[in-house]
């Protein structure tokens, strides 16, 4: 039985400062690096067979530790970049709800709202992120395990897809 392990990469100045990153690219702090070389260690023992990853820096950062371990080369799929969300991205939570309080309350609630009025919806980040893990399983022994190196919010979506759940579930 193929397995998946979903793997959201580690802290990032941005995340400390509750900006919201979407596709901005944004190396891992120490904090981040850290996260990456325990959670590696952790996941090498389940051990996978194949590795694919965002090919944003901080996720790229993440796998890192766990290639080291393995040797497993990743493939980099730009499918599981987290949501791109527009004017939103570098603001901090506080602004955002200061300036776009009611839009960012309806895109928590609507997977068909677009992210910072022209990025992406969780739908469609469901969609592209699904579709690269069915990418990275392809080729993977029956008995395999996928490591998926991504983010919060396309792993939420990603999820969810995966699951069947409805898209007002995902998060």
């Known amino acids: ?3 998946i392990a979903i793997w959201r990469h580690g802290r990032t100045s941005w995340n400390a400062e509750q900006r919201f990153q979407g596709q901005t ?16 260690s952790m996941l090498a023992s389940l051990p996978p067979s194949a590795i694919i990853s965002s090919d944003l820096t901080r996720t790229r950062q993440t796998a890192s530790p766990l290639v080291a371990i393995t040797g497993i080369e990743p493939a ?3 499918g599981l ?18 300036e776009y309080g009611d839009d960012l309350h309806r895109w928590s609630a609507d997977p068909l709202m677009r992210a910072g009025g022209h990025g992406e919806t969780r739908v469609e ?14 080729g993977l022994p029956d008995d395999g395990v996928l490591i998926v190196v991504t983010h919060g919010g396309a792993a ?6 995966l699951l069947g ?5 995902w998060g």
């Open 25 to 40: 690219d944004i190396e891992l702090d120490e904090v981040g690096i850290a996260q990456a070389q325990r959670a590696a």
């Open 125 to 138: 980040v469901a969609d592209r992120v699904v579709a690269a893990i069915d990418r990275g399983l392809a």
């Open 165 to 169: 759940l409805p898209p007002e579930h």
């Open 81 to 98: 970049r987290e949501t791109f969300a527009g004017e939103w991205e570098g603001k901090t939570r506080p602004v955002l709800l200061e």
């Open 76 to 78: 980099y799929d730009e």
């Open 1 to 3: 039985m193929r397995r």
């Open 156 to 161: 939420r979506a990603g999820i969810g897809r």
